[in-house]
């Protein structure tokens, strides 16, 4: 496997369910972020660790909670999240904080 | 607050013309930038980095940075209808900041063919 892997790819959730979602990269980055992509807006960073340490958190609402086990793995668990929290949500890695991100697929998430 | 602003379009392009898109950031101390191409549905794929004023090539794509002017752009040479897409700017950082890159709303490119 190469590249930045997220899964699951869709996901649908009720407003009291808990998911989680995963993040995997293969560049050997120390970097990794979460990112929301909202229709009609640009994309907004939510989280950022530095190796393996959170540097970042863009006053995200505690349903959103990330969890950073080492530098190649990230994921973002979710709980009574509402339905404006429907969106694209990406994971990226990089070098560093300065330098070109790469980003994995996306997770489409629909809270019903 | 930084800030990265793009002209939303769509901009129209003839086939084989040449695609203009800009950007302005407000972080003066803003290190490094980069282009982005998104697809309908799929994440955005890296196509431009540049960290020095000037211009910087690659393929068809060129990049000019004016840091004075607080200005990126991204020229694309012979415009072929797969270059229709969203083109994101992205602006990174603080010299030693771990504060990740800000996006623009993104510029919607049509080429026609």
């Known amino acids: 496997e190469t590249g930045v892997t997220q899964t699951p790819r869709h996901l649908v959730m009720g407003m009291t369910n808990k998911k989680s979602l995963k993040c995997e990269q293969h560049?050997?980055?120390?970097?990794m972020y979460w990112y929301k992509q909202s229709a009609k807006k640009p994309l907004e960073l939510m989280f950022v660790?530095?190796?393996?340490?959170?540097?970042e958190n863009n006053s995200v609402p505690s349903r959103f909670s990330p969890e950073c086990p080492n530098s190649s793995h990230l994921f973002l668990h979710l709980h009574t999240l509402q339905p404006e929290d429907s969106a694209l949500y990406l994971c990226a890695s990089s070098q560093d904080p300065n330098t070109e991100a790469f980003f994995g697929q996306g997770t489409r998430l629909t809270v019903v | 607050q930084k800030e990265v602003e793009q002209n939303s379009g769509p901009l129209s392009v003839p086939e084989g013309a040449i695609a203009s898109l800009n950007c302005t950031y407000s972080?003066?101390?803003?290190?490094?930038f980069f282009w982005y191409r998104q697809y309908s549905g799929k994440s955005p794929e890296l196509i431009m980095s540049?960290?020095?004023?000037g211009d910087k090539e690659d393929g068809r794509f060129t990049a000019q940075l004016n840091k004075a002017s607080q200005y990126v752009s991204l020229l694309i040479r012979d415009s072929q209808p797969s270059d229709s897409a969203t083109y994101l700017c992205a602006v990174n950082g603080k010299k030693g900041g771990a504060d990740g890159l800000t996006f623009g709303k993104g510029t919607h490119l049509i080429i026609q063919p």
């Open positions: 660790y530095n190796f393996k340490e959170q540097t």
């Open positions: 972080d003066r101390v803003s290190q490094s």
């Open positions: 540049i960290y020095s004023n």
């Open positions: 560049l050997g980055h120390n970097a």
